[in-house]
C-alpha cells in the first residue's frame, strides 16, 4: 500500500508556546489512524495543520506531505492536494447551517469542486446520501439539519467530505455527541467507506474503545507531542508508555468492580498502578440500607405531552413520557438509559418541574410537587439541583467563579453577607479540587474538567439531596471523565448525596450507578440492579443498548 501523507517534524505555536513539536507519523491507503489523547494534545490542531485550515497566529514548522503517484508535495508551501482531504467535525448541529436545506448545503460544497449543471448537482447529491445509506435520500435533501436525527446529520456531513472524492478523510470527535447504537451505525459506515471509496481515514478520539474497533493503528499524544505508536493489539494489549497505560486503564470497563476509576496521573506516578476493587461485603451493606427506607422520590404514572405544531392543530399531540413509574431512595445512583429521543431529558425536566407532567404525580419527600404552590416549590428547590452537559454554555461567561457560587446563596438566603458567602465559594472549591484564587477568574479561564467541576460546585451550593447529572461527563475526555466520576462518588459519601444519572455511555453508567431504567420512546422498558441488568438483560432492545458499547477485542 502506498503513503498517502506523511509528516516530519511538525511544529505547531501560538505566541511562543510549542502546542504540537517533534511529530512525526505517516498514514497508507486504505488505512484508519487513530489519534487518542486527552483535551490539549494537539489531536485537532494537527488536524487543522494537515487541512490547512489553522488561525492565522499559529506558526507551522516541519513537513507535511501529499503522496501523490510520482511526487510529494509539501502542503505548507504548495496547496496541491485539490480536495483530496476532507474532514468532518465534532458536532453536525453547528458545523451545519441550520436555515439552509441539507441536500443544498452539499450540493453548495460541489459547486466549488466539480463543473456541473444545478441538476447534475442533485442527483450527485441523492447519489452521495445513498453512498452513506442515508434512508429516503431524496427527503433528506429538502429536510432542514433540525428535521433529521443526529446521527442522519453526521451522515449528511460525511456525504459533504465525499464530495470531492477525497483520498484521506479526516474525522474529529465524529461519534463524541452521538448515542452508543448510532455511534455503531456510523463506525459500521466509516469502515464500509475504506473498502468501497478506497479512503484513508485519520480518526480522532478521546473514546478508546471506539478506536479500538475501528482502527489499524493507533497514535499516542501527550502535551504536544507523540509519547507511543503501534497496532491496536500493541496499543491495548501491551502499551509501554505510563500514559498509554493511564488512558487505557481510566475508562470504565464493563466487567470491573472497581470502588474508583483510576486516572492518569495515577500510572504517571506509578506505571504498576493496580486499581482496587470494591469490598463485596461493604457494598452490599450500603446497598441494604439504601432500600431498607422509604423512598425520597416517586413517579407515579406519570406522562407527558406535546402538541405537534408541524400539524397546525393543537389536536395533534405525542407523548414524550407514557406511564413512568419508579422510586428513588436516599444516598443511591439511579441510571437513566436510552437513545437520543427516548425522553431522557424530558424526564429530568420533569423532575425538575422545569416542564411539569401533563398526568400522574411526583412524589418528594411526601409532597406532590405538581400541586404544590409555586412559593412552596421554590423553597423545595434549593433540595433538587442540576449538573448540566455542557460547562461552557451553562456557566454565565460574565460572571466571575465567585459570583456564579454565591448567586445561588443569595437567591436562596442561605447566608447573611458578602463575607460569609465568599467563605462558603472557598469552601465548595475546596470539595471540588480548585484553588481560592479561581474565585476572581471568569470561566473561559478554564479547562472542560475543571468549568465541570466549577458547575458541581454551584449545584452544591444550596446544600441539595437530590442531583440530576444530565450527561454531565459525556463532553469530558476519558481521563478528566474519571476525575469527576470519583469527585461525585466522594461527595456522595460526604453528603449522603443522591443521583439521577442520564447517559449514553452505558460503560458509565454500570460503573457510576446502583440501579438503572432503560427508557425506549418514552417508556420505560426495563429497570432493575444495574449489575444484573448488564450480565442478563431481558428485552431486545437493553440487549442492543447493551452489544453497541465499543469493546477491545483483540485482532
Known sequence: MRKILEINQLFI???????????????????ILGIVGESGSGKSLTSLAIKGILPKSAKIAGEILYCKEREKVNLLQRKEANGKISMIFQEPMTSLNPSMKCGHQVAESLEVHAQLSKKERKLKVITLFEDVLLPHPERIYEAYPHQISGGQKQRVMIAMALASNPELLIADEPTTALDVTVQKNILELLKHL??????????????????SQLCDRVLVMYKGEKVEEGSVDEIFLSPEKSYTKGLIACRPQLGANLHRLPTVSDFLKNSDFSPKEKNVSIEEEKIERIYNRAPLLEFNHVEKFFYDSDWGSKNKFFKALENINFKLYKGESLGLVGESGSGKTTLSRALLMLQPPTHGQIIYKGKDLTQLPSKELRKLRKEIQIIFQDPNSSLNPTQTIEEILTTPLKIHQISQNANERKEIATELLNKVNLPQSSLNKYPHEFSGGQRQRIGIARALAVQPELIVCDESVSALDVS????????????????????LFVSHDLSVVRHFCNRLLVLQKGRIVESGMAKSIYKNPKEKYTKELINAIPVFQKS
Do not use: C, P
Not at 505555536?13 to 488505512?31: R, W
Not at 475504506?194 to 478506536?211: A, C, P, Q, Y
Not at 478528566?480 to 443521583?499: C, G, I, P, R, S
Open 480 to 499: 478528566v471523565q474519571a476525575q469527576v466520576l470519583n469527585l461525585l462518588n466522594d461527595l456522595q459519601d460526604e453528603f449522603n448525596l443522591t443521583y
Open 13 to 31: 505555536s501560538f505566541n511562543g508556546f510549542q502546542a504540537v513539536k517533534h511529530l512525526t507519523f505517516d498514514i497508507h491507503e486504505k488505512e
Open 194 to 211: 475504506r473498502e468501497t471509496k478506497n479512503l484513508s481515514i485519520i480518526f480522532i478520539s478521546h473514546d478508546l474503545g471506539v478506536v
